[in-house]
């Protein structure tokens, strides 16, 4: 098991050194690249909660990607921020709920399913990590305190909850 935990901090290590930037555009290759790191997860033995803090950062990023990408193209609808939503969970959870992962009894932390109570603890941290952007650089005369701040804050906060919830299980 300790040799896993190596090789995934290296490799995490290495995906920050080569990291570049991107842009906030969902494509096909991202959502494939996620979903494989997911599936790697599960081989190094990582617990759900841990990779579903990271589900549920992505299921906030697409919600927002696509209102974004709706009120440009002005496709704007009573409610469309809740459909949106709750279309993006349903396309999460039921797959799940279908493949035997979500609504296991053995799969549990603290009486809550240990997907549900990661996805929603990463949504949460996401708001978090934006909401610290904001008042950081609010603080600073509004202006970052360094480059791509308004990337690396956000992914702190869920980088020290996975360590810290790793550290907990």
């Avoid at 949460?124 to 305190?145: D, Q, R």
Wanted: aromatic residues 16%; hydrophobic residues 55%; glycine residues 8%.
């Amino acid at each position: 098991m300790f040799n896993k935990k190596i090789i995934l901090l290296g490799i995490i290590l290495l995906g920050l050194f080569f990291a570049c930037t991107i842009y906030a555009q969902p494509c096909p290759v991202c959502v494939v690249a996620i979903g494989a790191g997911l599936g790697f997860s599960r081989w190094f033995g990582i617990d759900d909660v841990i990779s579903s803090i990271w589900i549920g950062a992505f299921m906030v990023s697409l919600i927002s990607w696509t209102l974004i990408f709706m009120r440009k193209k002005n496709w704007n609808f009573h409610d469309d921020g809740i459909i949106i939503t709750l279309s993006y969970i349903a396309l999460t959870y039921i797959p799940l709920y279908y493949a035997g992962i979500v609504g296991h009894p053995e799969n549990q932390i603290w009486g809550i399913d240990k997907i549900i109570f990661g996805s929603f603890a990463g949504s949460f941290m996401v708001y978090v990590g934006h909401w610290l952007h904001a008042y950081l650089k609010k603080i600073n005369n509004n202006k970052s305190f360094f480059n791509y701040q308004r990337v690396v804050v956000p992914v702190a906060v869920l980088l020290l909850t996975s360590i810290i919830l790793w550290i907990i299980i």
